[in-house]
């Protein structure tokens, strides 16, 4: 058998130098994180929105703040965004005379108010120092021992990620307002499925609805059906009060108020199968039985469902590792179907309706 000598290269150099791109291309992966969060904290969509949609360099130093010293820096960091296709540039050297404007994926951070679909508060949820650090934990988490039967963020911190935001009410703060402008992106899509999802259904509790932005979005748009929104009593204690959603404050894993039909979107993801199987349990002493219109909706990835376009495929797998931190999981079919059957319930649908994740309706 013929060895290889110790140094022939292992393939050839236009191989070698594409890999190397490719991991060097990875590994600056969080440089576009930090370069979108630094976007969204010097205001710079916002300040292109203001001056109607279009900016210069020189337009954006002077509505950012930027110092003198670092206009060529912003440069640099444009570059980076309209590489990213985050903004779009009309002169491709990006030179002094470039003007600046949103793409699709910048017009989701502008704008206030109810109405809004601004998903800036999402990203900070997700690019979020705290849990940067966490996953920075990752290789000791894998093999420390002490690591065992703990979370990627308790390494890190010394505490579990709720206990976190129960401490730090600003922190708690952020990640409900994370999950109110999520809830306003796939309203829209969501109440297009409404009226057959929510045929004869004339109460719906929103299990951990935090602060009620579905609840508040289905009441408004089917008033036949009386919203709850269950969740813990420090977030419920933080939610703006609404005339047409009840608040109440509890613990899934002990209640659930009876409904007709319950909701639990970006619940499960959190929580490992034992503790699904025991929320599904509750759930299913709530509701009604299958032929009386009994059912729980889920919003959630289904790994593998959905659009099979390499950026949803990978944007699945990449929520399943970001939400190791609080030691979540996201499921493929198989292990859904497990954990329902587990719970009691006799069958479900996916409907991948919601970008890379799926509403899963579940019957008793
Ligand atoms: C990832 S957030 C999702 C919030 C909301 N469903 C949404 O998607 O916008 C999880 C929610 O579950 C709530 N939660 C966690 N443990 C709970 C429990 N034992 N009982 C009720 N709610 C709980 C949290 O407070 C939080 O509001």
Not at 51 to 68: K, R, V, Y
Not at 118 to 130: F, K, Q, R, S
């Amino acid at each position: 058998m013929e060895h290889a000598q110790e140094n022939e290269p292992i393939m050839g150099t236009d191989e070698m130098l594409q890999a190397q791109l490719e991991l060097c291309h990875h590994s600056l992966a969080y440089v576009k994180s930090m370069a979108l969060r630094a976007a969204i904290d010097l205001g710079i969509p916002e300040a292109i929105q203001s001056g109607g949609g279009a900016a210069t360099l020189s337009d954006l130093a002077g509505n950012t703040g930027i110092h003198p010293t670092k206009l060529s820096n912003l440069r640099r960091l444009l570059r980076v965004l309209t590489t990213s296709g985050i903004l779009a540039t009309d002169e491709p050297g990006d030179g002094e005379a470039a003007v600046y404007k949103l793409t699709p994926v910048s017009r989701l951070l502008v704008g206030a108010g109810d109405s809004s679909r601004n998903i800036t508060p999402l990203v900070g949820v997700i690019v979020n120092p705290l849990v940067v650090t966490a996953h920075f934990s990752m290789s000791e988490w894998f093999t420390d021992e002490r690591a065992a039967g703990v979370s990627l963020f308790e390494v890190a911190h010394g505490c579990t990620r709720r206990e976190k935001m129960k401490q730090d009410p600003a922190d708690g703060a952020l990640f409900n307002a994370g999950m109110v402008a999520d809830s306003r992106i796939i309203m829209d899509a969501l109440l297009r499925h409404a009226g057959e999802l929510l045929r004869g259904v004339s109460s719906l509790v929103d299990v951990g609805g935090g602060h009620g932005a579905v609840s508040v979005a289905i009441a408004r748009s089917l008033p036949h059906v009386r919203c709850t929104v269950l969740d813990l009593p420090h977030v419920v204690a933080g939610a703006p009060p609404d005339d047409k959603v009840k608040f109440v404050a509890g613990d899934m894993f002990e209640h659930i108020p009876a409904a007709d039909a319950l909701l639990l979107k970006w619940i499960l993801h959190c929580w490992k199968d034992e503790e699904c199987v025991k929320i599904l349990r509750r759930c299913k002493e709530a509701i009604p039985a299958r032929d009386a219109g009994g059912k729980v909706i889920i919003i959630d990835i289904v790994v593998g469902s959905g659009s099979q376009e390499p950026i949803s495929k990978e944007m699945q797998v990449l929520w399943d590792l970001y939400i190791m931190y609080v030691d979540g999981v996201e499921r493929e079919e198989h292990e859904w179907s497990k954990i329902f059957t587990e719970a009691g319930f006799s069958d479900y649908k996916i409907i991948p309706v919601l970008g890379f994740r799926s509403i899963i309706e579940v019957y008793p």
